[in-house]
């Protein structure tokens, strides 16, 4: 686990893949700092990959040192258990190796290099296969990058499949035992890795989880949460909360990530498209992602929020708290933590908030972001006098304006950033205070409202053990992880 020895019957290897990176086919990329070991079976005959992260020099470190350092390995370490805890699928991990080597790197990137301690983290999962895996028989793009498999599609990708359906996929392994037609079985296999996906970033989004770098070299082929690197946490609510310093245009930002996803989802129909129908894949994505994301999103804040009978508005109910949390800055954590000390009313004639309410509406107006601190939010990428001169130009050239690739809509949603900026520069913090106060009250009455609909939630114990269920799924500290084992080496 601290690198030093080969473990007897490993074979120590790094994985190769491409991928798309910021939207543009980056050629061959793989483990630049990763070694599997081999897998692993545990008693329930479970398969389990051990890899090094911080190993050292592999065949894909091309100018890099293969090395980690101890503060990215404690991050990947605490958030992967983490997120483990809160029942998001994840790769997970085993143990953190601190070596007294140190190396250069730059935190910051401020050109302003410093000495760092390397250290290894053993991460462990059941395959880390990635939706780039599949890539490595891709076409010369237009910037020239080129898999280093081209051609080779039918030779090499269905093993992988097969791999995969044999060891990961139980449920397509039952369709292939029972002689339903290998290209069926994969497109089978797809269509999963397509729920899982939608499944996996919509618990993403309920828990306010900032991947921030979602190149198809970064998607787990089995839907589990892979390479934490530039990830974040959603402190004040910011639907546009970018956590990857390097991410200048917000591509990977906490509200992109769903469609990011579903983009992914149909690169790798892409790379499968000499063996399975692309065709049939791409309408599936587009039919069925969408319905997969929002039965996994709802049904978890539906838990989020103590609701455990399904009603119709619950949809609207969820968008009215985010969109409240928005428009006040709240922070995300505290915000889902407090709602559980909401006491469901007797009745819909007895919804009017209680004096218990009201204490619990100031707390949730003292979580607000300051002004100014939400201004500096919705500042627009385009400066405001290149917004004005892009929409003149779009009224005089239209077809010099389309040669810039500018979405449509985009002139707008950037003029209504800088309006709201503004407001909020010049708004009093008091005249701010109110109108979160009128935004959560209103939310809270709606709360208490679908509450109503809770059968048996009136009764001392049924009200503890909601907040119980609550409290699990709105955690603001993680006291039952696993220390990690350390290894000074």
């Excluded at 076409?139 to 020239?144: D, E, R």
């Excluded at 990961?168 to 296999?189: F, M, Q, V």
């Excluded at 989802?265 to 929002?294: C, M, P, W």
């Amino acid at each position: 686990l601290s690198v030093n020895k080969v473990p007897e019957g490993a074979m120590p290897l790094a994985n190769c893949y491409c991928g798309y990176q910021f939207g543009y086919f980056a050629g061959q990329l793989g483990d630049g700092r990763a070694v599997s070991l081999g897998d692993i079976e545990a008693p329930d005959g479970q398969l389990w990959d051990l890899q090094l992260k911080g190993a050292g020099l592999t065949p894909f470190s091309r100018f890099a040192d293969g090395k980690a350092v101890l503060r990215s390995s404690i991050r990947e370490f605490l958030c992967s258990e983490a997120v483990w805890r809160l029942g998001i699928p994840t790769t997970r991990a085993l143990s953190l190796s601190v070596s007294p080597e140190t190396i250069p790197r730059d935190p910051l990137y401020d050109n302003n290099p410093i000495l760092e301690k390397c250290a290894v983290v053993c991460r462990v999962a059941p395959t880390f296969l990635r939706f780039g895996s599949f890539e490595i028989c891709k076409n010369t793009n237009t910037h020239g990058s080129q898999a280093p498999s081209l051609g080779l599609d039918e030779k090499m990708i269905p093993p992988l499949l097969d791999y995969l359906i044999e060891y990961h996929y139980p449920s397509i392994k039952k369709l292939r035992d029972a002689n339903k037609p290998k290209l069926e079985c994969y497109l089978e296999l797809y269509k999963e890795v397509v729920r899982r996906t939608a499944s996996l970033v919509a618990l993403w989004q309920c828990f306010g989880f900032c991947h921030g770098v979602l190149n198809t070299d970064n998607m787990s082929i089995l839907g589990l949460t892979i390479d934490y690197g530039p990830y974040g946490w959603m402190e004040h609510f910011n639907p546009g909360h970018i956590c990857n310093f390097s991410d200048k245009g917000g591509r990977y930002a906490y509200d992109k990530q769903p469609e990011i996803c579903k983009w992914n989802l149909n690169k790798l129909a892409e790379a499968l498209g000499t063996i399975i129908s692309y065709r049939d894949a791409h309408q599936f994505v587009e039919e069925n992602y969408d319905k997969f994301y929002n039965q996994a999103y709802i049904s978890k804040m539906q838990e989020k929020l103590g609701l455990y009978t399904n009603q119709e508005e619950d949809s609207e109910l969820v968008k009215e708290l985010f969109a409240t949390m928005e428009f006040c800055g709240s922070d995300f954590t505290k915000t889902f933590r407090i709602l559980s000390q909401i006491e469901p009313p007797s009745s819909v004639d007895n919804i009017q908030l209680t004096e218990k309410d009201l204490e619990i509406l100031q707390k949730l107006v003292s979580f607000s972001a300051d002004a100014t601190t939400q201004a500096s939010w919705f500042k627009p990428s385009i400066p405001e006098h290149a917004l004005q001169k892009l929409k003149l130009l779009r009224e005089m050239e239209p077809a010099a304006y389309r040669l810039l690739g500018i979405k449509d809509g985009m002139l707008e949603i950037e003029e209504a950033r800088a309006r709201r900026s503004h407001e909020l520069s010049s708004m009093k913090e008091d005249e701010r205070t109110v109108q979160a106060r009128e935004k959560w009250t209103s939310w809270l009455n709606l709360y208490k409202k679908r509450l109503t609909s809770e059968a048996g939630l009136t009764s001392s114990e049924a009200i503890a053990e909601r907040v119980r269920k609550m409290n699990n799924v709105n955690p603001v500290s993680y006291t039952h992880l696993t220390l990690p084992t350390i290894y000074s080496v």
